[in-house]
Nanobody
Framework: QVQLVESGGGLVQAGDSLRLSCAAS????????VGWFRHGPGKEREFVAA????????TYADSVKGRFTISRDNARNTVYLQMNSLKPDDTAVYYC??????????????????WGQGTQVTVSS
């Protein structure tokens, strides 16, 4: 069973950058699609970004496109979410998840059976 641990969250100011990490054990990212989701105060959990490098696709939510980048380090079995030009509206608990999902369902939470515990990102204005 895959276990995921996120880290890297914190309190930053608007316009700052932050890099989140998602470390995996019990499996390698190459065998799965990796998704990032977030749950902001008073909002529903929403899709942020996903990639399945072996399948050759990456996708982002419109709200983060051009500001966030998902990447991976195979040697460390870690996936990153680089977040630039952060806005107060990006404040949320960020979760990574893995699953064998095609691009067509990459934005669907139910497509990912394995989830981390989340890391808090707070962006002040």
């Amino acid at each position: 069973q895959v276990q995921l641990v996120e880290s890297g969250g914190g309190l930053v100011q608007a316009g700052d950058s932050l890099r989140l990490s998602c470390a995996a054990s019990g499996g390698t990212f190459g065998a799965y699609a990796v998704g990032w989701f977030r749950h902001g105060p008073g909002k529903e959990r929403e899709f942020v970004a996903a990639s399945w490098w072996s399948a050759g696709w990456t996708t982002y939510a419109d709200s983060v496109k051009g500001r966030f980048t998902i990447s991976r380090d195979n040697a460390r079995n870690t996936v990153y979410l680089q977040m630039n030009s952060l806005k107060p509206d990006d404040t949320a608990v960020y979760y990574c998840a893995v699953g064998r999902t095609p691009l067509s369902t990459a934005q669907t939470m139910g497509a990912y059976p394995y989830w981390g515990q989340g890391t808090q990102v707070t962006v002040s204005s």
